[in-house]
């Protein structure tokens, strides 16, 4: 017996418009699902400037009682010490180390329950808690531990967003087209950042709780959504399950490769034309942790996003930063500037998905960009700043090349390995599988700002140092699985030839 599809769609209605229809709409959902979690994310970063600020330039109330030579009257306390930074540190890190920690357990939960069910619950709860640290504002909440809980607690509930919705999309595709699709689709994040940033933008400077509660009621809201329109598998409705794997000749000569040959079967899931229902008692188990790590390629692509993720997330945290120091901008300058390495980010998570897809080689792709990418930060760090013109530019080319190997890694390579052939057609183990790449990256995550925070005071050029260390590590780590790659072309245009 197939499971209930969900209440807001009646598959029988709707499945003679086609399986490119349901796709469609599943790519949609799932995209809105992760923009509003890195909308709940955002508002942080703009709100650090209200809760810390020259209060000498802030004009008081008539009705003040502060004393004229009172310079922190306008601050938000606990932040309002001389220690304000140590402390906004400390709310960023309970939410980086709360997410690396809770992503490694969220996969296990994510392939055991109903996708539908465990999106819905983690949208309500992020945005509840991201509403309740809002809600410090209007409540009068003058304590750190309040901050740093409501932190950690949105930490662990929004580890339920990306393992849900990647086993989601990959349940939907299959590999001939992943990495084109996921590069599009991986724009989400992007556009969560900005959309975050303008909605924190309009209260920031009046009632910055509702920066926080206007971004978690939204994403509560689409939470219902997404329990009444979310099909997790395309046998729900009747369709076509994905084709992920290419001919039967290459599995048996390539059984250990991430990927296939680059001449091997492309052709779209979308065309398959095989058809089946799910069955409740032939369902396949579902994975161990330690069973999704013998899966190859796992271990090397996780190690190698902890490193790639540590240089991206120093740049989200830290660039607006640097361009102020360095060039002297205003906040919003920089901060206006900044996001240029976002768009490069897209571009660059495109590109890497379309490439990817036409060589066939997930990790030869990611090892390039990181291998051009580590001389592109010396030269941004070096002749970057010299005119706004060349800024522009390298802050593109950094941006696609540092976001480029993550985004490919974070979507594609982690639905690859997911429904990987060793796995022998069971699928269960794509949200782990996810959970595990994306945990270990959360890791660089939480360590590449905190330990900008501890070298900037010596200098930025021993930053972009530490970056570069990073990147080049991220490249080694792919060696041996892109000399695999390497040796299944090699055997692919042998066959050819022969």
């Known amino acids: 017996t197939c499971p209930s599809p969900p209440l807001g769609l009646c598959p029988k209605q709707l499945v003679s418009g086609g399986e490119r229809w349901y796709r469609a709409f599943i790519l949609l959902i799932t995209f809105l699902i992760y923009t509003?979690?890195?909308?709940s994310r955002k508002p942080i970063s703009v709100v650090k400037s209200r809760l810390h600020r020259n209060c000498s330039e802030v004009i008081q109330p008539l009705n003040s009682t502060h004393s004229l030579n009172d310079t922190t009257w306008c601050n938000w306390a606990p932040f309002d010490k001389?220690?304000?930074?140590?402390?906004?540190?400390?709310?960023?890190?309970?939410?980086l180390v709360a997410y690396a920690i809770g992503m490694f357990i969220s996969g296990i939960f994510g392939e055991r329950l109903p996708l539908r069910y465990y999106l819905t619950a983690g949208m309500l709860l992020s945005g509840l808690f991201t509403s309740l640290f809002g809600l410090g504002y209007f409540w009068n909440i003058h304590v750190l531990w309040y901050f740093v809980l409501v932190q950690i607690f949105n930490g662990l509930v929004q580890t339920t967003g990306w393992p849900a919705v990647v086993s989601c999309v990959g349940n939907w595709f299959g590999k001939g087209k992943r990495g084109l699709i996921m590069g599009i689709w991986n724009s989400h994040t992007s556009v969560g950042n900005i959309l975050g940033s303008l909605l924190a933008g309009v209260w920031v400077d009046q009632q910055w709780g509702l920066s926080f509660v206007v971004p978690g009621v939204i994403t509560a809201i689409m939470g219902i959504i997404t329990f009444f329109f979310l099909i997790e598998y395309p046998?729900?409705?009747?369709?076509?399950p994905p084709q992920h794997h290419g001919n039967p000749e290459e599995s048996q000569d390539h059984p250990e490769d991430p990927a296939n040959g680059p001449h091997c079967n492309?052709?779209?899931?979308?065309?398959s034309a095989v058809t089946c229902s799910k069955d409740a008692s032939a369902q396949p188990t579902a994975i161990s942790f330690?069973?999704?790590?013998?899966?190859?390629?796992?271990?090397e692509f996780s190690l190698c996003l902890l490193f790639a993720k540590l240089v991206s997330y120093t740049f989200l945290y830290w660039l607006p930063l640097y361009i102020s120091n360095v060039v002297h901008f205003t906040a919003k300058e920089a901060g206006d500037l900044s996001?240029?390495?976002?768009?490069?980010?897209?571009?660059?998570?495109i590109l890497a998905g379309l490439i990817s897809d036409y060589i066939n080689g997930r990790a030869t792709t990611c090892c390039v960009m990181l291998i051009l990418a580590a001389p592109m930060m010396f030269l941004y760090n070096h002749v970057g700043q010299n005119g706004i013109g060349i800024s522009i530019v390298m802050l593109l080319i950094c941006g696609a090349l540092v976001n480029g190997p993550y985004a490919l890694i974070t979507t594609a390579v982690s639905a690859d390995l997911g429904t990987h052939k060793s796995l022998k057609g069971n699928a269960k183990a794509l949200s782990t599988v996810t959970a595990?790449?994306?945990g270990t990256g959360s890791i660089g995550a939480a360590l590449g700002p905190l330990l900008a925070g501890l070298i900037s005071p010596t200098g930025w050029n021993n930053v972009f140092y530490m970056l570069i260390a990073a990147d080049v590590l991220a490249c080694l780590l792919l060696c041996r699985l892109v000399y695999k790659e390497i040796l299944a072309w090699k055997s692919s245009l042998g066959r050819d030839r022969g």
């Open 36 to 39: 509003c979690y890195h909308m």
């Open 436 to 438: 595990i790449i994306d």
């Open 290 to 299: 330690f069973g999704a790590l013998r899966i190859p390629g796992v271990v």
């Open 339 to 349: 996001t240029l390495f976002d768009v490069g980010g897209i571009i660059g998570g």
């Open 82 to 95: 001389s220690n304000y930074k140590e402390l906004l540190g400390a709310v960023d890190n309970a939410f």
């Open 266 to 271: 492309k052709e779209s899931s979308l065309e």
């Open 235 to 240: 046998e729900d409705v009747d369709c076509a």
